[in-house]
C-alpha cells in the first residue's frame, strides 16, 4: 500500500526559559498507508497533541522530515502548509470547534471559502445527508447535541476531500453511545479512501483500527 | 484566497451580530463624515448662491473701489492701509467722467454713502442711504423699479427712490409715491419710485432691499458740499471683453492718480474673492471635523482588538481548515472597511437630513456635490484601512495551535 504519511525522526522542541527545553515529540520515526485507520494512543502530556499538530500541519517541527503524500513538508512556509491543510487535512476535535452562531450548512461549506469547489452547496448537503444531518441544515449549531455537533465537524472536514482526517478525541465529550456512532463514522471513512487517524488515551477506541502508534514522553513506541 | 463577496457577507453578518458594538464604534465615524460633508455642502451652497447672486447683476458688471489690493492673494490686504477702503476722496467724479467717455461703457455711476435716519410722521426706517446717478439702475440689472420713477442726472431736487425694506417700514402697503419723507434733521425728500423686492434667494441679494437712492448732487449736498465717492459701479457693453476693459480703465485712473490705489473688481474677482475665502474658511472647519473621524477610527481599532481577541478561536479553526494569513488579513480589515463604509453611508444619509432641515429653517441652500459624495466615501474607506490594519495583522499572526486552545 503507498505512505500517504512518512515521518523521519521528527522532533518538537519547546523553548521554555534559556535552560530547559520541552522536547514534546522526539524523533518520531513512521510511515501510515493510504486508507488507514490509525490510532495514536498516549496520556495526556505525553506528546500526542503536539504529534496531532504537526501531522496536521498546524505546527512545524524543530527538527527531522515529514513526507505528506511524497513531499517533504517539514520546511514549508506557513502559506504553503495553509494550502495543503486545505486540500489534503479535515480536522476533527474534542470539542467540535464548529462556529456556534452559524448554521450547519454554513459551518460545512467555511472551508470551501478558501478554495474553488464547484456545485460546493450541492456537494455540503450531500455531505451533510451522508453524517445524517439532512434535517438540521439550516439550524445553527449551538442548538444542536455534542454527536450532532461531531457529525457536523465530520461533514466540514469532508468537504475538500481530504486524504487524511484527524480526529482529536472526537469522542471525549459525548456519551458512550453517541461516541460509537461517530467511530463508526470514522471508520466508514477509510473504506471511501480517506486516512484517518485518531488521536486518543482511550484504549477502548484503539479495539477496532488497524494499527495503534503509542506514544510515551514524547517517544513513539 | 477568500473571495471578496463572501468577505463582505461574513463581515455583514458579524456586523449583524453584534449591533450594538458595531454601531457605537462607528458613531465617531459617523459623525465625522456628517460633519464634514455637511459643511462642505453649506459651503457649496454659499457658493452656489453668490455666483448666481453676481451672476444676477447682469453681464459686465464691474465695481471700482479705494484702496489696493491683490485679489489674487486676499492676504494682501493686510499689506495696505485698511482705512483706503473705506476713504471717500480716492476716487472722483473726474474718474467716472473719463469712464463715461470710454466706448466700451454703458453705464456708469459713482456711489457715496449719507448717514441719517428717514422718518415718515412718527415712523423710522434706517436704511443704507446711497447717492447715485440714476445710470445705477442700468449698471445693476438686478435693480427694479417697482413704483414711479428714477430722479435725473443732475438734478438737485430733494427726491428718493425707495427700497422695499424701507418703504414697507415708512409706509407699510400705502402707495408711497409723492409722499414726503425726513432725512436726518429736518430734510425733506419726495418719494418719487420704489423698487421691486429682489428676486434671488440669496442672503446677500436681500441687501439690495434695504437701500435707498437719492441723487449723488443732493447727496453731495448733505454731506456739507464734499463729494465722496465710496465706489463706482459700472457696466460694460454686453460684448466687451471685460478684462480689457478692467485694464483700460486701471490705465486711465492710475494715469490721472499717479499710483494704482483702487481696485477694480469684476463679478468674476468677486466670485473669486468669495470662493477663495469661502474655500478657506470651509478647509478649516473640515479639518477640526475631520479630528472626529480620527477619534472615531481609533473607537473602530480598539473595538476591532478586542474583536480580534475574542475571535481567537474562530481565527485558529478558520486556519485549521485552510485559511492563510492573508485572507484572514484581508477578512479582518473588509470587516472594518465594511463597519467604516456603513458609517459613511449613515453619515451621508444624515447630510441629505440635515441639509433638508437646513433648507427648510435658514436661508442657506446647502448643495451636495459628486465631490461631497466621493470624499466622504473615500474618507470613510480610508479609516476602515487605517484603523483597520493593525487588528487584522494581529489575527492574521495568531499561531494556529494556539488560537484552537484559546478558550
Redesign the interface.
Known amino acids: 500500500m503507498d505512505g500517504i504519511i512518512k515521518l523521519e525522526k521528527l522532533s518538537k522542541i519547546y523553548h521554555r526559559g534559556k535552560e530547559s527545553e520541552v522536547r514534546a515529540v522526539k524523533e518520531a520515526s513512521f510511515n501510515i498507508g493510504k486508507g488507514d485507520f490509525i490510532a495514536i494512543v498516549g496520556r495526556s502530556g505525553s506528546g500526542k497533541s503536539t504529534l496531532m ?1 504537526l501531522l ?1 500541519l ?2 512545524k517541527p524543530t527538527s527531522g522530515k515529514y513526507i505528506l503524500d511524497g513531499e517533504n513538508v517539514s520546511k514549508a512556509r ?2 504553503k502548509l ?2 495543503l ?3 489534503k487535512i479535515g ?1 476533527v ?1 474534542q470539542s467540535f ?3 456556534p ?2 448554521s450547519v450548512l454554513s459551518n460545512v461549506l ?2 470551501t ?3 474553488h469547489i464547484p456545485h460546493r452547496k450541492k456537494r455540503a448537503l450531500e455531505i451533510i445527508k451522508s453524517v445524517g444531518l439532512s434535517k438540521y441544515a439550516r439550524k445553527r449549531v449551538d442548538e444542536l447535541s455534542g454527536g450532532e455537533k461531531q457529525r457536523v465537524a465530520i461533514a ?1 472536514a469532508l468537504i ?1 476531500d481530504p486524504e487524511i482526517i484527524l480526529a482529536d478525541e472526537p469522542t471525549g465529550n459525548l456519551d458512550v453511545k453517541t461516541g460509537r456512532e461517530i467511530m463508526e463514522l470514522l471508520r466508514n471513512l477509510t473504506q471511501h479512501g480517506h486516512t484517518v487517524i485518531l488521536v486518543t488515551h482511550d484504549l477502548e477506541l484503539t479495539k477496532d483500527v488497524d494499527k495503534v502508534i503509542t506514544i510515551v514522553d514524547g517517544k513513539v513506541k | ?3 471578496l463577496f ?1 468577505s463582505v457577507r ?1 463581515a455583514l ?1 458579524s456586523i449583524w ?1 453584534n449591533k450594538l458594538t458595531s454601531l457605537l464604534s462607528v458613531l465617531g465615524v459617523v459623525i465625522g463624515v456628517t460633519s464634514v460633508s455637511t459643511l462642505v455642502s453649506v459651503g457649496e451652497g454659499l457658493k452656489k448662491d453668490v455666483s448666481s447672486m453676481i451672476q444676477g447683476m447682469g453681464t459686465n458688471v464691474m465695481v471700482i473701489i479705494s484702496g489696493k489690493m491683490d485679489l489674487s492673494d486676499p492676504n494682501s490686504m493686510n499689506q495696505s492701509n485698511p482705512a483706503n477702503f473705506v476713504s471717500t476722496d480716492i476716487l472722483t467724479l473726474d474718474d467716472v467722467k473719463q469712464i463715461q467717455e470710454m466706448p466700451d461703457i454703458e453705464a456708469v455711476s459713482p456711489m457715496s454713502l449719507v448717514a441719517g435716519t428717514m422718518s415718515s410722521g412718527d415712523k423710522k426706517a434706517t436704511p443704507t442711504i446711497a447717492g447715485v446717478y440714476p445710470s445705477v439702475f442700468e449698471a445693476m440689472q438686478v435693480l427694479k423699479m417697482d413704483k414711479g420713477k428714477v430722479f435725473s442726472d443732475d438734478t438737485d431736487e430733494k427726491v428718493v427712490v425707495l427700497g422695499p425694506k424701507a418703504k414697507e417700514a415708512l409706509f407699510g402697503d400705502e402707495n408711497p409715491i409723492d409722499k414726503k419723507i425726513e432725512i436726518g434733521k429736518g430734510t425733506e425728500f419726495t418719494v418719487v419710485g420704489t423698487t421691486a423686492q429682489s428676486s434671488s434667494s440669496a442672503s446677500f441679494a436681500s441687501e439690495l432691499d434695504t437701500i435707498a437712492f437719492i441723487p449723488l448732487n443732493v447727496a453731495t449736498e448733505l454731506s456739507d458740499g464734499e463729494v465722496k465717492i465710496l465706489r463706482i459701479i459700472m457696466k460694460a457693453n454686453d460684448n466687451a471683453d471685460v478684462s480689457k476693459v478692467k485694464k483700460e480703465i486701471s490705465e486711465k485712473l492710475i494715469a490721472s492718480h499717479g499710483e494704482e490705489d483702487f481696485t477694480i473688481m469684476t463679478q468674476d474677482d468677486i466670485l473669486d474673492l468669495f470662493g477663495t475665502f469661502l474655500n478657506m474658511a470651509t478647509a478649516l472647519v473640515s479639518a477640526i471635523a475631520a479630528i472626529s473621524v480620527i477619534v472615531g477610527g481609533i473607537g473602530i481599532m480598539n473595538i476591532m482588538l478586542v474583536a480580534v481577541t475574542e475571535r481567537t ?2 481565527i ?12 484572514i488579513l484581508s477578512q479582518f480589515l473588509i470587516e472594518s472597511i465594511v463597519v467604516t463604509s456603513l458609517g459613511g453611508i449613515i453619515g451621508l444619509i444624515l447630510t441629505f437630513v440635515i441639509g433638508m432641515v437646513i433648507k427648510a429653517k435658514t436661508s442657506l441652500t446647502p448643495s451636495i456635490t459628486p465631490d461631497i459624495l466621493i470624499f466622504a466615501v473615500a474618507l470613510s474607506i480610508g479609516a476602515g484601512i487605517v484603523f483597520g490594519l493593525l487588528p487584522a495583522m494581529r489575527a492574521a499572526r495568531k499561531n ?2 494556539e488560537a ?1 486552545r484559546y478558550e
Open positions: 499538530n496536521g498546524l505546527d506557513d502559506k495553509a494550502k491543510r486545505l486540500r480536522f476535535f470547534n464548529l462556529l452562531r452559524m467555511l472551508p471559502a478558501y478554495s466540514r475538500n | 484566497m477568500m473571495n463572501s461574513t453578518a451580530r478561536r474562530e485558529g479553526i478558520r486556519k485549521a481548515v485552510g485559511a492563510t494569513n492573508g485572507a494556529p495551535v484552537l
